[in-house]
């Protein structure tokens, strides 16, 4: 399940086999983009925002076009990989959702990608401006995030710390990890997090020390079994007091403020030990 920490990886990924490099050719695969020929342009680098991905573009030297951006979003099961010349894909071509091809034979790929539309660069705030401080942003500010989260004091803080417009980075593994860090339960109003400045600065530390990471760990331990405290973990003991953990979902009609990306607060699901973290 791609988060900020897996979006991160990927924007360093293809940052690094694509930035300077022109583009022999691309392929989109989607209808809107199908007749889109970026071959000629640079790409200036690849930068995540949150969950969003940017791949920015300048024109040929011989066209006077604005710099473009490449803007996807990973959503469920979305991915992209850097193949070198002639090597094999290991995803099946008809989930490919665009191929771009540097003259060096690099390819970048994007596959079963949620979101994917090229815009001016200069107009990326219209899909990424309403988004709260990057977890893992060179801007990141905590105080606003925290200001964010406060502003609606009675909202469930499992639904206030997936909402990307109060921070952007945090999905579903982390929120359910970081409750039970803080030891409240997923559906708790935002007003009975005992320490919220602790708590948005344990997510800032743990999609840091996992954005480096090959698999995400929120304990420290050891193993398969041992990457998470709740988190798919139902039926099974809580490594704090032995209690089951419980699985149930957690959600709330999505909204969007004018102008903004609808936010996704269909029913997710919720891991939780109902003696650490007690039902509200």
């Given at each position: 399940?791609?988060?900020?920490?897996?979006?991160?990886?990927?924007?360093?990924?293809?940052?690094?086999?694509?930035?300077?490099?022109?583009?022999?050719?691309?392929?989109?695969?989607?209808?809107?983009?199908?007749?889109?020929?970026?071959?000629?342009?640079?790409?200036?680098?690849?930068?995540?925002?949150?969950?969003?991905?940017?791949?920015?573009?300048?024109?040929?030297?011989?066209?006077?076009?604005?710099?473009?951006?490449?803007?996807?979003?990973?959503?469920?099961?979305?991915?992209?990989?850097?193949?070198?010349?002639?090597?094999?894909?290991?995803?099946?071509?008809?989930?490919?959702?665009?191929?771009?091809?540097?003259?060096?034979?690099?390819?970048a790929v994007g596959f079963s990608l949620g979101v994917l539309e090229v815009l001016p660069t200069a107009e990326e705030g219209r899909v990424v401006g309403h988004l709260g401080p990057?977890?893992?942003?060179?801007?990141?500010?905590?105080?606003?995030?925290?200001?964010?989260?406060?502003?609606?004091?009675?909202?469930?803080?499992?639904?206030?710390?997936?909402?990307?417009?109060?921070?952007?980075?945090?999905?579903?593994?982390?929120?359910?990890?970081?409750?039970?860090?803080?030891?409240?339960?997923?559906?708790?109003?935002?007003?009975?997090?005992?320490?919220?400045?602790?708590?948005?600065?344990?997510?800032?530390?743990?999609?840091?020390?996992?954005?480096?990471?090959?698999?995400?760990?929120?304990?420290?331990?050891?193993?398969?079994?041992?990457?998470?405290?709740?988190?798919?973990?139902?039926?099974?003991?809580?490594?704090?007091?032995?209690?089951?953990?419980?699985?149930?979902?957690?959600?709330?009609?999505?909204?969007?403020?004018?102008?903004?990306?609808?936010?996704?607060?269909?029913?997710?699901?919720?891991?939780?030990?109902?003696?650490?973290?007690?039902?509200?």
């Amino acid at each position: 399940m791609p988060e900020g920490d897996n979006v991160w990886q990927a924007a360093v990924r293809l940052h690094a086999g694509l930035a300077g490099k022109r583009l022999a050719a691309s392929d989109f695969r989607v209808p809107s983009l199908a007749t889109l020929d970026l071959s000629g342009w640079t790409v200036l680098e690849v930068a995540s925002r949150g969950k969003h991905l940017l791949h920015r573009l300048a024109p040929p030297p011989d066209r006077a076009d604005e710099p473009l951006s490449i803007h996807s979003h990973l959503k469920m099961e979305g991915s992209w990989h850097v193949y070198a010349p002639g090597e094999r894909w290991r995803k099946p071509a008809h989930t490919a959702r665009v191929v771009l091809r540097a003259e060096d034979g690099t390819s970048a790929v994007g596959f079963s990608l949620g979101v994917l539309e090229v815009l001016p660069t200069a107009e990326e705030g219209r899909v990424v401006g309403h988004l709260g401080p990057d977890l893992l942003g060179e801007d990141w500010d905590a105080d606003r995030a925290e200001a964010n989260l406060r502003a609606r004091p009675d909202r469930a803080i499992g639904l206030a710390l997936l909402d990307q417009r109060n921070l952007a980075g945090i999905g579903n593994i982390y929120r359910n990890e970081l409750c039970f860090l803080a030891r409240v339960h997923p559906a708790a109003p935002v007003a009975a997090v005992a320490d919220l400045p602790k708590m948005v600065a344990t997510a800032r530390r743990l999609l840091e020390v996992n954005r480096a990471r090959p698999s995400r760990n929120t304990t420290g331990g050891f193993g398969p079994r041992d990457d998470s405290w709740v988190y798919g973990r139902a039926g099974q003991p809580c490594k704090r007091c032995r209690t089951r953990i419980v699985h149930a979902t957690l959600g709330e009609p999505a909204e969007a403020a004018p102008g903004t990306w609808p936010v996704e607060q269909r029913e997710r699901d919720i891991y939780y030990c109902p003696s650490c973290q007690p039902a509200p």
